[in-house]
């Protein structure tokens, strides 16, 4: 009997045509099981590029692909990493803002009239124009410094009004807003989650109705809208506000020119019946982060990101735009902390002693000092990588995932083992402690643009059940 076992084994194993068979009837059978997809749950895990991890899945890396693969900066960018953002880190000190709870206002200042809010958006709009590249770099160079500095620079390069403009805005919406942005004139944040709506953000409530107002005596189209955001990063100071709404036209209003659906709106902070509400502080990191509600806000037709035709487009504006932040913004915050853990870890580890001994001469010890070091490298070379896709003007949405998912918890596994060899000396909070608000953050870079489960079962897994993306074996 052991032997039929055997040899049926054998059969499996070296016989390719009757492997993929049975491969096959399982994967067949398994899919059955899953349940069936929703129109914006195929959205967005069609949404985006596929890039290098195509062959990787595939098993058949391209080597010579890879190696051709480049993410030098500019010497422009170079200069703008070792001056402005270095003047930057220097005025910055992260013990007095978490005393005050906020930046101090000549960092504001240096913020806006040197550009930190326009890294992205094109120099003919008054801004930057870097790189993916460099936009990671000014990231993880700030990082370094300070968490709740590195939020407040990435969130206006991030997902918000300023890409999704950049991406997808009208022309008079791109020469009117954009200039605003880069130059700081405009603070924006970008309203998403909600009460109900965290990671399955398609389930929002916000309310948009489709009406006609008249307006110095002429009838405009328009939204009507009620919400109820939270958890909104810079809402506190944000004089422009993204929406993510649900537009709904039950009088048929559109006449066919866009749809009911997510839709993306811009509202400026003035406008009536909007509330800024409560402040939120995550988890002791002090950046500004708060509530956004309201209820009979109305905005015209004009106000939508993209115009008319855009109604109902929203979802997958924001899958495809979060697939570059998260290539580039919280990757280099956990490339940031890490760096920094390693850095002072292995310092720590040579200058403190116990029974007469440096530290770092224990075994014990030379093993956190080992993973931390292997990690910080693996976590850098991840961000450098991922960010050359976007380089290459790619939108790679599982990828990003990846990368976001691995450099997050990776960067919790680093800072953790910094906290162990530092023992006391990182636990007792103070002006000399130079690790606890990196270990206060790492939930917060867990949590946002997707939390770390959902983005590793929903955006890297899960598509493999419905064979998609399209490079999925």
């Given at each position: 009997m052991l032997w039929c076992i055997i040899i049926v084994a054998l059969l499996i194993v070296y016989m390719?045509?009757?492997?993929?068979?049975i491969a096959d009837f399982l994967y067949k059978t398994a899919g059955k099981s899953v349940p069936k997809l929703s129109k914006t749950e195929e959205e967005a895990l069609n949404a985006g590029d596929t890039w290098l991890e195509e062959d990787i899945f595939k098993g058949t890396p391209d080597w010579e692909r890879l190696a051709k693969v480049s993410t030098a900066l500019s010497a422009e960018e170079q200069a703008f990493v070792d001056n402005e953002t270095q003047i930057l880190c220097s005025m910055i000190n992260e013990w007095e803002i978490s005393q005050t709870?906020?930046?101090?206002?000549?960092?504001?200042?240096?913020?806006?009239?040197h550009?930190?809010?326009?890294?992205?958006?094109?120099?003919?709009y008054g801004g930057k124009?870097?790189?993916a590249r460099a936009h990671s770099e000014v990231v993880l160079k700030i990082a370094t410094r300070s968490g709740v500095a590195a939020v407040t620079t990435?969130?206006?390069?991030?997902?918000?009004?300023?890409?999704?403009?950049?991406?997808?805005?009208t022309e008079e919406q791109k020469n009117y807003?954009?200039?605003?942005?880069?130059?700081?004139?405009?603070?924006?944040?970008?309203?998403?989650?909600?009460?109900?709506?965290?990671?399955?953000?398609?389930?929002?409530?916000?309310?948009a109705l489709v009406v006609q107002k008249e307006m110095d005596g002429e009838t405009v189209l328009g939204l009507n809208i009620t919400l109820d955001k939270r958890w909104i990063t810079l809402a506190p100071i944000a004089t422009l506000i993204g929406l993510a709404v649900n537009v709904r036209d039950p009088d048929g209003l559109l006449q066919g020119n866009g749809v009911e659906g997510i839709t993306c709106v811009l509202v400026p902070r003035d406008t009536k019946n909007l509330e800024i509400g409560n402040r939120h502080i995550p988890a002791e990191q002090p950046f500004m982060n708060g509530t956004i509600r309201g209820k009979d806000i109305f905005v015209?037709?004009?106000?939508?990101?993209?115009?008319?035709?855009?109604?109902?487009?929203?979802?997958?504006?924001?899958?495809?735009c979060l697939s570059i932040g998260r290539s580039i913004s919280l990757p280099a915050m956990g490339a940031g902390s890490s760096a920094v853990s390693y850095l002072t870890a292995g310092a720590f580890a040579r200058i403190r002693r116990q029974f007469n001994v440096?530290?770092?001469?224990f075994e014990g010890v030379e093993e956190k000092l080992a993973e931390i070091a292997g990690l910080s490298y693996l976590t850098n070379a991840t961000r450098l990588l991922t960010v050359a896709a976007v380089n290459e003007h790619k939108k790679p949405s599982v990828a990003s995932a990846i990368t976001k998912y691995f450099n997050t918890e990776l960067a919790r596994v680093v800072i953790n083992d910094a906290m162990d060899l530092h023992a006391g000396r990182g636990v007792v909070v103070g002006p000399r402690n130079y690790l606890t608000g990196f270990y206060q953050g790492i939930p917060i870079s867990i949590t946002v643009e997707g939390a770390n489960v959902m983005s590793r079962n929903l955006l890297i897994f899960w598509p493999r059940f419905y064979g998609m993306p399209s490079f999925y074996p």
């Open positions: 390719e045509p009757l492997r993929a068979k709870r906020d930046l101090p206002e000549n960092v504001w200042l240096y913020l806006k009239e550009g930190f809010f326009g890294l992205v958006i094109p120099k003919e124009g870097f790189s990435m969130v206006p390069n991030s997902l918000g009004p300023g890409e999704l403009i950049n991406y997808y805005g807003y954009l200039p605003r942005l880069a130059k700081g004139i405009d603070i924006p944040c970008f309203a998403l989650t909600e009460p109900g709506a965290g990671s399955d953000a398609t389930s929002i409530q916000s309310d015209p037709i004009t106000a939508v990101i993209g115009g008319q035709k855009r109604l109902g487009g929203g979802w997958q504006m924001l899958v495809e440096e530290i770092g001469q």
